[in-house]
């Protein structure tokens, strides 16, 4: 079964903090994947990776970036926590083939 | 307009009834995903498909490429069947992208 873990699943941070989230998958995807959920808005993409060191914006990238060190973690970076960021952040991962994606289990960030 | 729609946004029935979940789209695709997400907000794959239709248990999901339609069906609904329900669509320009639509809550009462 593929694993996909994320480091928290609910964290407070105050406004302006750094705030990382990471994510973790165990089946050696090439894939991964941050998407933020929001009620009525539904699952948006943030940033995606194809490779180690690679990343592509999505379609909400402004106030965050990532990091893909290694091929399993894939990390989301709040430079400067605000209140609009408030929200569940999800992470998937998927092989380049198959293309099914499989999730974490989520975070719920609240920025006060 | 979103690139993905689906109908009806809520749904609640009892239990034991047969449930369709409508997604359309109005994008050209290679694959559509339907996705499940219960409350404390895990999501799990439930199909992935392509052209005509999918079987597992007792849902079944279909997908018309003609006319960018596909529906999810469940038969003999069960309370644990609750969750909210979400398409997602892998556009033929995307890459490895999704786009998703904005999910149907379920409710089914015993």
């Known amino acids: 079964d593929v694993k996909v873990t994320q480091s928290s699943r609910y964290l407070v941070k105050r406004t302006g903090e750094k705030v990382f989230l990471e994510c973790v998958q165990d089946?050696?995807?090439?894939?991964m994947f941050w998407y933020r959920q929001d009620p009525g808005l539904g699952l948006r993409l943030i940033y995606f990776s194809y490779d180690v060191k690679m990343k592509e914006k999505g379609d909400i990238p402004e106030g965050y970036s990532v990091s893909r060190e290694k091929k399993e973690r894939f990390s989301l970076i709040l430079e400067s926590a605000s209140t609009n960021q408030t929200s569940m952040y999800l992470c998937?991962?998927?092989?380049?083939?198959?293309?099914?994606?499989?999730f974490g289990p989520g975070t719920r960030l609240t920025v006060t | 307009k979103n690139e993905v729609e689906q109908s009806p946004q809520n749904l609640t029935a009892q239990e034991g009834e047969f449930i369709t979940i409508n997604c359309s789209y109005s994008v050209g695709i290679s694959a559509l995903h339907w996705l499940q997400q219960h409350p404390g907000g895990g999501i799990v794959s439930l199909f992935m498909l392509s052209s005509g239709k999918k079987k597992h248990g007792r849902l079944i999901a279909t997908i018309n490429i003609q006319e960018k339609h596909s529906s999810l069906h469940i038969t003999a609904s069960h309370p644990r069947d609750s969750a909210v329900y979400i398409c997602a669509v892998r556009i033929i320009q995307g890459a490895q992208k999704l786009v998703f639509g904005q999910g149907t809550r379920l409710t089914i009462n015993p």
């Open positions: 089946m050696d995807h090439e894939n």
């Open positions: 998937a991962s998927s092989d380049r083939v198959i293309t099914e994606q499989y």
